[in-house]
């Protein structure tokens, strides 16, 4: 029987079936997957295959997973050689961002799509709290706009508050699979909680956040949104860390630079001092947009850091 996995707790899954029946699966024996080593095999996202453990009850369990489009993981908090797989199968990233309370900053942003690009996971930006926006602050989203637009992000502008911007939004998640990212406090839980009702995503005071449940351990989940697509929720997960990454391969991530590396003279050209450089050509000429590539030159150096 095939499933799709809704739910991981690390030790068990609730997998819903093609007729729409939930199962609560296990895992049979120690299942060996990919290369990595990882301490949950089996993530939000997946499909399986899994066989009736007792129909009454609706107990499963998982014998094979499906070999996956994509995935997410980051490194395990006690054990750094160990990943955690955090999501499956993903088509779409949803990365909120807020200008205020609290201010996203735009190497938080650059990192988040460079992350999404290292998974081949295409994302899009959206602005929260826009009834919160004066003149001010809505300078700085045409801006925000302005950069990431021209990189080729679609970039929206919502209000979980009053429902600014929802229609559009929805229907360029529907039929997708869509992981909801973003620094706590900008209203992913909100959002949640406006498009699926009843499901009571807790949401966190601005004032509440020094800390105070950072560390419980919680894990993520899918929900079906009534106007089609999936949206995958993982609470308590912060930035994903650009784990080997490597200083040549950084331009790749950033799609602006990416079409045009072809261009420049070396092919191991890192863009900063070299001759016949297309994507100094493009920042010159203004196609790519200077505080992207400072951001590329500010993240070039740290990888350095990193190494030595
Ligand atoms: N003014 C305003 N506040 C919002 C909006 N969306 C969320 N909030 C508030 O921001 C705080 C954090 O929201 P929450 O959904 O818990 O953020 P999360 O940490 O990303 O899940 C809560 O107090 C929400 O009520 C919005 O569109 N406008
Ligand atoms: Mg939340
Ligand atoms: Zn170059």
């Given at each position: 029987?095939?499933?799709?996995?809704?739910?991981?707790?690390?030790?068990?899954?609730?997998?819903?079936?093609?007729?729409?029946?939930?199962?609560?699966?296990?895992?049979?024996?120690?299942?060996?997957?990919?290369?990595?080593?990882?301490?949950?095999?089996?993530?939000?996202?997946?499909?399986v295959?899994?066989?009736?453990?007792?129909?009454?009850?609706?107990?499963?369990?998982?014998?094979?997973?499906?070999?996956?489009?994509?995935?997410?993981?980051r490194?395990?908090?006690?054990?750094?050689?160990?990943?955690?797989?955090?999501?499956?199968?993903?088509?779409?990233?949803?990365?909120?961002?807020?200008?205020?309370?609290?201010?996203?900053?735009?190497?938080?942003?650059?990192?988040?799509?460079?992350?999404?690009?290292?998974?081949?996971v295409?994302?899009?930006?959206?602005?929260?709290?826009?009834?919160?926006?004066?003149?001010?602050?809505?300078?700085v989203?045409?801006?925000?706009?302005?950069?990431?637009?021209?990189?080729?992000?679609?970039?929206?502008?919502?209000?979980?508050e009053?429902?600014?911007?929802?229609?559009?939004?929805?229907?360029?998640?529907?039929?997708?699979?869509?992981?909801?990212?973003?620094?706590?406090?900008?209203?992913?839980?909100?959002?949640?909680?406006r498009w699926?009702?009843?499901?009571?995503?807790?949401?966190?005071?601005?004032?509440?956040?020094?800390?105070?449940g950072?560390?419980?351990?919680?894990?993520?989940?899918?929900?079906?949104?009534?106007?089609?697509g999936?949206?995958?929720?993982?609470p308590?997960?912060r930035?994903?860390?650009l784990?080997?990454l490597?200083?040549?391969?950084?331009?790749?991530?950033?799609?602006?630079?990416?079409?045009?590396?072809?261009?420049?003279?070396?092919?191991?050209?890192?863009?900063?001092n070299?001759?016949?450089?297309?994507?100094?050509?493009?920042?010159?000429?203004?196609?790519?947009?200077?505080?992207?590539?400072?951001s590329?030159?500010?993240?070039?150096?740290?990888?350095?850091?990193?190494?030595?």
């Amino acid at each position: 029987m095939r499933g799709l996995v809704y739910k991981s707790t690390g030790s068990w899954y609730v997998v819903r079936d093609e007729q729409g029946k939930s199962w609560n699966a296990r895992i049979k024996g120690v299942m060996k997957l990919d290369s990595i080593t990882s301490t949950n095999p089996v993530a939000v996202g997946d499909w399986v295959q899994m066989e009736i453990e007792e129909q009454a009850i609706a107990s499963a369990m998982i014998t094979t997973i499906e070999p996956r489009t994509n995935y997410l993981h980051r490194q395990s908090p006690r054990h750094k050689y160990q990943h955690h797989i955090v999501a499956a199968n993903l088509d779409l990233s949803m990365l909120i961002v807020t200008v205020k309370s609290p201010k996203t900053s735009t190497g938080f942003i650059d990192r988040c799509l460079i992350a999404s690009e290292m998974y081949h996971v295409p994302s899009i930006i959206v602005c929260n709290k826009a009834d919160l926006h004066t003149d001010k602050e809505n300078t700085v989203f045409e801006e925000w706009k302005r950069v990431y637009g021209g990189a080729g992000y679609p970039v929206l502008l919502v209000s979980a508050e009053t429902g600014l911007g929802m229609d559009e939004l929805l229907s360029m998640l529907s039929r997708k699979t869509t992981l909801v990212t973003g620094h706590s406090g900008v209203g992913k839980s909100s959002l949640l909680n406006r498009w699926l009702p009843g499901i009571n995503r807790r949401t966190q005071d601005v004032s509440g956040w020094s800390g105070k449940g950072l560390h419980t351990t919680t894990f993520a989940e899918m929900f079906e949104l009534p106007q089609g697509g999936r949206l995958i929720d993982t609470p308590g997960m912060r930035e994903f860390g650009l784990v080997n990454l490597e200083k040549a391969e950084l331009s790749h991530y950033f799609p602006e630079m990416r079409k045009l590396l072809d261009g420049c003279q070396y092919n191991n050209c890192q863009h900063l001092n070299e001759p016949q450089c297309a994507v100094k050509e493009a920042v010159r000429t203004g196609i790519i947009d200077e505080k992207r590539y400072l951001s590329y030159v500010n993240l070039l150096d740290s990888i350095d850091e990193r190494n030595y």
